[in-house]
């Protein structure tokens, strides 16, 4: 089952990467939280996927280009996913790119991804789930 959950998460987060679209295996009630992320300063849970699409156009908003790439998705053990991303992205306005290595913890339930836990660097995101880089 565990090889089962990291393929479904794996699959979410390269699809959204990829087309920006919301696969099927993200439940209609997903839950996206920024709880765990330090600094984040808004609305620490989003609910539903029209949730998660207002989280994500404010989280892209300075940007004119942003992009992400999956560096790796381990295991977390249980029903949980540890997915590492790299995103970069060129200020509206600037040449100037910024960017950020976090981690996400996926949580699958029934074939679907039921909640993604966001961390503001990949250590964080192993130490929700007990894991070490």
Known sequence: MSQENVEIVRKVVAEFSGSRQIS???????VWDMGG????LGQSEFLGVD???EFFGSW????????QEIERVLD????????????HGRLRGSE???EL????????????????????SHEDALEAVGLRE
Request: glycine share 12%; proline share 4%.
């Open 37 to 40: 992320f330090r600094g984040w």
């Open 51 to 53: 949730g998660f699409w």
């Open 24 to 30: 099927e295996l993200v439940a209609p009630d997903v």
């Open 96 to 98: 100037s790119w910024v």
């Open 101 to 120: 290595h976090y981690g996400t913890v996926g949580t699958v339930e029934n074939g679907a991804v039921q909640r993604m836990q966001v961390y503001a």
């Open 76 to 87: 977390g053990g249980r029903n949980q996913v540890v997915v590492l991303l790299y995103q």
């Open 60 to 67: 892209i908003e300075p940007y004119a280009e942003w992009d």
